[in-house]
T-cell receptor, first 111, second 114 residues
Framework: RKEVEQDPGPFNVPEGATVAFNCTYSNSASQSFFWYRQDCRKEPKLLMSVYSSGNEDGRFTAQLNRASQYISLLIRDSKLSDSATYLCVVNLSGGSYIPTFGRGTSLIVHP | DAGVTQSPTHLIKTRGQQVTLRCSPKSGHDTVSWYQQALGQGPQFIFQYYEEEERQRGNFPDRFSGHQFPNYSSELNVNALLLGDSALYLC?????????????FGEGSWLTVV
């Protein structure tokens, strides 16, 4: 089983739709979690951290479920500019703060 | 405030050759990590440098080596290049604060091995 798993998609949605991505992780000792966005042929950029209580940033909401070991990203009112690959990132604890990436979920927002 | 910078941005090498990629971390960051990203995959961790020492290493052969300098900049060296080494090589810098480290990437170096 991979350490971090994501559905690669692509998710093809119309503008204005709500779309959700899930990501599961295998190591229960994981301590911090992030979502990164990567545009085609560009570097990944931090979208948002994921906190235990859940957090929201505009149209984006991230949630963490430690019991089931998954994190989610919800995008409301999708824009064309949201088209990108969304990478789930998990950080282990215990001195080994090596961010581990999922393979990413591709989102295509069409008019 | 300069972000993470990498050079070169694109390069083409022949099988068997050696390559050196360079990275300057974001100002104030002391940790540099290198990742390899093949098309359609997420970034794969190669190794991490802190205080000029390799602190952690991923599942990559010894052909992949690195170095960190006193100013925190870093190099990634790959020897005996294989076609499969063609990928985007990403440098990420971070500093451990508040119980975690958030990483910031450079624009990457696109390596093509022919």
């Amino acid at each position: 089983r991979k350490e971090v798993e994501q559905d690669p998609g692509p998710f093809n949605v119309p503008e204005g739709a709500t779309v959700a991505f899930n990501c599961t992780y295998s190591n229960s000792a994981s301590q911090s979690f992030f979502w990164y966005r990567q545009d085609c042929r560009k570097e990944p950029k931090l979208l948002m951290s994921v906190y235990s209580s859940g957090n929201e940033d505009g149209r984006f909401t991230a949630q963490l479920n430690r019991a089931s070991q998954y994190i989610s990203l919800l995008i409301r009112d999708s824009k064309l500019s949201d088209s990108a690959t969304y990478l789930c990132v998990v950080n282990l604890s215990g001195g080994s703060y090596i961010p581990t990436f999922g393979r990413g979920t591709s989102l295509i927002v069409h008019p | 405030d300069a972000g993470v910078t990498q050079s070169p941005t694109h390069l083409i090498k022949t099988r068997g050759q050696q390559v050196t990629l360079r990275c300057s971390p974001k100002s104030g960051h002391d940790t540099v990590s290198w990742y390899q990203q093949a098309l359609g995959q997420g970034p794969q961790f190669i190794f991490q440098y802190y205080e000029e020492e390799e602190r952690q290493r991923g599942n990559f052969p010894d052909r992949f080596s690195g170095h960190q300098f006193p100013n925190y900049s870093s190099e990634l060296n790959v020897n005996a290049l294989l076609l499969g080494d063609s990928a985007l090589y990403l440098c990420a810098s971070s500093i451990f604060t508040g119980g975690t480290n958030t990483i910031y990437f450079g624009e990457g170096s696109w390596l093509t091995v022919v």
